[in-house]
């Protein structure tokens, strides 16, 4: 098998991004195997790794069935090249220090629960059902991470500058969450999609709440904000991930693992 | 993963007189099948060899996260990487259970960990081999978890009924990981001829470490008898290592693998697969710290330690602070 560019009607668009954005940052927690700050903490990024996985394998067996060609979950995930990744470029930034991962994990979590949420009610069944699942996943993303972000900002002077240099590392790729392009506008007339933008004020809130508890001054409005992901326009980073996670089906074409 | 038996001998001063009617009881008790429980009276020389044991064995499953743990970003589809995140979960809950059995010894998690970051406590030697293809994902899995439960399925019955009931559990989960490494060795020795390869080449690898991984020869190890009357060990070395052969064999054969043993061979009459001699200087100098991983493995677990110290800090201080804050809550403004 060589490279994969699908053809991407807007569902099946759709699909990839939601896939691709819960794969690539699943990955990027397994990244955190045996280096963990304690033992409870390598259990944690296990599971919400293990969560964001599972949210994965569904919406690319979706994906595929949607594409119509006969491809697999392992086709979608091994056999596209960094161009034609979907995801948010939030997702793809690097884990950097704990803090770098617990706050990505709560900027992500704070949208991905009521996204989940409002697309359990999305007029793809198949979607529905995933974001159900989903959504229960994210809740708990949700509160552990915001505990991390307020144990962190309101801990130490260390683990405080540590916080807000990620915030600082961090915040121009939250805005690509609320985008929307023509291809998925249709999708929210149809029921399929949700409208991101609508989710802004529950998330600034969440964002509000929880960094006033962990003492972490709100980012100014207006800063520039980073996009491209949805469209496959990455940085410099998910071409590494993307080497590593390839290699094996890459060198092994033929083979069924 | 995984005890090992190390027959280490109790190096604590044996002659503290301790009451001969207390130890008499105890002993009955044992011979009884009663489990010890945590308040209960027991021999110092028996609540040092469990802390030991299960220190090591909780050890073990923390440095065994490292091997594995470095395919999980490379597994070659969606399936295998999950099942194989989660196993080393896994791993990371059984250490996390066999340290809070070794605490209700009354050593605390801090001090243990302390004693394997600095070189002080020993830990299952299997681990010091780097896992150097996919296929040794699948030869861990099927060969190592095997291993590991033939050492543990005895420990579910051991005297000690914090340590017993670890091991029931952890036990269910390594029969899953054995199937799971089996199924994945499957999947390549039925694969294309570098798959087929590949599995080969790591159940050459492993094959001999393995064995190791039930200690030294009885011949050399009558110290367990101690551990015997404390019904903490139930089988020997020698017994343990003969049922794991004798049981992997054959599932070897039906892969369409062969062993890294020419001796290897069928004793029709006794029912045993005979295998040849293990070179157990190998098995000494891994123990000493001269395997081929053993810096990398404590190098990686003091580095985490260490990076995630801050953290640690903080989540004290962070406490601290909440906790200042109820004692003293703020004036009600009447
Ligand atoms: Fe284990
Ligand atoms: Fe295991």
Same mark, same amino acid.
């Given at each position: 098998?060589?490279?994969?560019?699908?053809? +991407?009607?807007?569902?099946?668009?759709?699909?990839?991004?939601?896939?691709?954005?819960?794969?690539?940052?699943?990955?990027?927690?397994?990244?955190?195997?045996?280096?963990?700050?304690? /033992?409870?903490?390598?259990?944690?990024?296990?599971?919400?790794?293990?969560?964001?996985?599972?949210?994965?394998?569904?919406?690319?067996?979706?994906?595929?069935?949607?594409?119509?060609?006969?491809?697999?979950?392992?086709?979608?995930?091994? %056999?596209?090249?960094?161009?034609?990744?979907?995801? @948010?470029?939030?997702?793809?930034?690097?884990?950097?220090?704990?803090?770098?991962?617990?706050?990505?994990?709560?900027?992500?979590?704070?949208?991905?629960?009521?996204?989940?949420?409002?697309?359990?009610?999305?007029?793809?069944?198949?979607?529905?059902?995933?974001?159900?699942?989903?959504?229960?996943?994210?809740?708990?993303?949700?509160?552990? &991470?915001?505990?991390?972000?307020?144990?962190?900002?309101?801990?130490? #002077?260390?683990?405080?500058?540590?916080?807000?240099?990620?915030?600082?590392?961090?915040?121009?790729?939250?805005?690509?969450?609320?985008?929307?392009?023509?291809?998925?506008?249709?999708?929210?007339?149809?029921?399929?999609?949700?409208?991101?933008?609508?989710?802004?004020?529950?998330?600034?809130?969440?964002?509000?709440?929880?960094?006033?508890?962990?003492?972490?001054?709100?980012?100014?409005?207006?800063?520039?904000?980073? &996009?491209?992901?949805?469209?496959?326009?990455?940085? +410099?980073?998910?071409?590494?991930?993307?080497?590593?996670? *390839?290699?094996?089906?890459?060198?092994?074409?033929?083979?069924?693992? | 993963?995984?005890?090992?038996?190390?027959?280490?001998?109790?190096?604590?001063?044996?002659?503290?007189?301790?009451? #001969?009617?207390?130890?008499?009881?105890?002993?009955?008790?044992?011979?009884?099948?009663?489990?010890?429980?945590?308040?209960?009276?027991?021999?110092?020389?028996?609540?040092?060899? $469990?802390?030991?044991?299960?220190? =090591?064995?909780?050890?073990?499953?923390?440095?065994?996260? *490292?091997?594995?743990?470095?395919?999980?970003?490379?597994?070659?589809? /969606?399936?295998?990487?999950?099942? @194989?995140?989660?196993?080393?979960?896994?791993?990371?809950?059984?250490?996390?259970?066999?340290?809070?059995?070794?605490?209700?010894?009354?050593?605390?998690?801090?001090?243990?960990? #302390?004693?394997?970051?600095?070189?002080?406590?020993?830990?299952?030697?299997?681990?010091?081999?780097?896992?150097?293809?996919?296929?040794?994902?699948?030869?861990?899995?099927?060969?190592?978890?095997?291993?590991?439960?033939?050492? *543990?399925?005895?420990? !579910?019955? !051991?005297?000690?009924?914090?340590?017993?009931?670890?091991?029931?559990?952890? !036990?269910?989960?390594?029969?899953?990981?054995?199937?799971?490494?089996?199924? $994945?060795? $499957?999947?390549?020795?039925?694969?294309?001829?570098?798959?087929?390869?590949?599995?080969?080449?790591?159940?050459?690898?492993?094959?001999?470490? !393995?064995?190791?991984?039930?200690?030294?020869?009885?011949?050399?190890?009558?110290?367990?008898? =101690? &551990?015997?009357?404390?019904?903490?060990?139930?089988?020997?070395?020698?017994? $343990?290592?003969?049922?794991?052969?004798?049981?992997?064999?054959?599932?070897?054969? %039906?892969?369409?693998?062969?062993?890294?043993?020419?001796?290897?061979?069928?004793?029709?009459?006794?029912?045993?697969?005979?295998?040849?001699?293990?070179?157990?200087?190998?098995?000494?100098?891994?123990?000493?710290?001269?395997?081929?991983?053993?810096?990398?493995?404590?190098?990686?677990?003091?580095?985490?330690?260490?990076?995630?110290?801050?953290?640690?800090?903080?989540?004290?201080?962070?406490?601290?602070?909440?906790?200042?804050?109820?004692?003293?809550?703020?004036?009600?403004?009447?």
């Amino acid at each position: 098998m060589t490279t994969i560019t699908l053809a +991407e009607p807007p569902r099946v668009l759709h699909a990839l991004r939601l896939a691709d954005t819960t794969l690539v940052l699943g990955h990027r927690l397994s990244e955190w195997t045996g280096q963990a700050p304690m /033992l409870e903490e390598e259990l944690a990024l296990a599971n919400m790794g293990l969560d964001l996985i599972g949210q994965a394998r569904a919406l690319y067996t979706h994906a595929a069935a949607l594409d119509g060609q006969g491809r697999t979950e392992d086709d979608l995930a091994y %056999f596209r090249d960094a161009p034609q990744y979907r995801n @948010l470029l939030l997702a793809e930034q690097p884990n950097g220090d704990f803090a770098q991962t617990m706050l990505r994990q709560f900027l992500y979590a704070a949208f991905a629960l009521p996204f989940w949420n409002a697309m359990a009610a999305s007029a793809d069944a198949v979607l529905a059902a995933i974001a159900a699942k989903a959504e229960k996943e994210m809740a708990y993303h949700q509160r552990h &991470s915001a505990a991390w972000v307020v144990r962190l900002g309101d801990g130490t #002077a260390e683990s405080h500058a540590r916080l807000r240099a990620a915030l600082d590392a961090l915040w121009p790729f939250t805005g690509e969450m609320f985008e929307v392009d023509e291809a998925e506008r249709g999708l929210i007339a149809q029921g399929i999609a949700i409208d991101p933008a609508a989710l802004r004020p529950a998330w600034e809130a969440s964002i509000a709440r929880v960094f006033a508890e962990a003492t972490l001054p709100l980012p100014a409005a207006g800063r520039w904000m980073q &996009s491209g992901g949805h469209h496959g326009r990455h940085g +410099e980073h998910l071409g590494h991930l993307l080497a590593v996670m *390839q290699s094996l089906p890459r060198a092994y074409p033929d083979a069924r693992w | 993963m995984y005890t090992q038996a190390l027959n280490q001998r109790d190096a604590a001063p044996a002659a503290t007189p301790e009451d #001969a009617a207390a130890l008499a009881r105890f002993q009955a008790r044992i011979d009884a099948d009663e489990r010890i429980e945590p308040n209960d009276w027991m021999p110092a020389a028996y609540r040092r060899t $469990l802390v030991r044991q299960i220190s =090591q064995h909780a050890h073990s499953e923390i440095i065994g996260m *490292q091997p594995e743990g470095n395919w999980i970003t490379r597994a070659p589809s /969606l399936r295998r990487k999950a099942a @194989l995140l989660a196993k080393v979960q896994d791993e990371g809950g059984h250490g996390l259970y066999l340290y809070a059995a070794a605490e209700t010894l009354g050593v605390s998690r801090e001090e243990l960990s #302390a004693q394997l970051l600095s070189g002080a406590a020993k830990y299952s030697s299997i681990f010091n081999y780097p896992t150097l293809s996919w296929a040794d994902i699948g030869a861990i899995g099927w060969l190592v978890d095997g291993a590991a439960i033939m050492n *543990q399925i005895p420990l !579910c019955r !051991c005297s000690y009924g914090p340590y017993a009931r670890a091991m029931i559990r952890v !036990c269910k989960e390594e029969s899953f990981h054995q199937r799971q490494g089996y199924e $994945l060795m $499957l999947a390549l020795s039925r694969g294309t001829a570098e798959q087929k390869a590949m599995a080969q080449d790591a159940l050459n690898r492993w094959w001999w470490p !393995c064995l190791m991984m039930f200690g030294p020869p009885d011949s050399e190890s009558q110290h367990s008898d =101690q &551990s015997m009357r404390w019904g903490i060990k139930r089988f020997s070395n020698d017994a $343990l290592r003969q049922k794991f052969v004798d049981a992997t064999v054959p599932q070897g054969h %039906f892969l369409g693998l062969s062993f890294p043993d020419p001796a290897l061979r069928y004793d029709a009459e006794a029912g045993h697969w005979r295998f040849g001699a293990i070179d157990w200087a190998e098995f000494r100098r891994v123990l000493a710290g001269d395997g081929p991983c053993n810096r990398q493995r404590l190098e990686t677990r003091r580095r985490a330690e260490a990076e995630g110290a801050w953290v640690r800090e903080a989540a004290l201080a962070h406490a601290a602070k909440r906790r200042a804050r109820a004692a003293t809550p703020p004036l009600a403004a009447e």
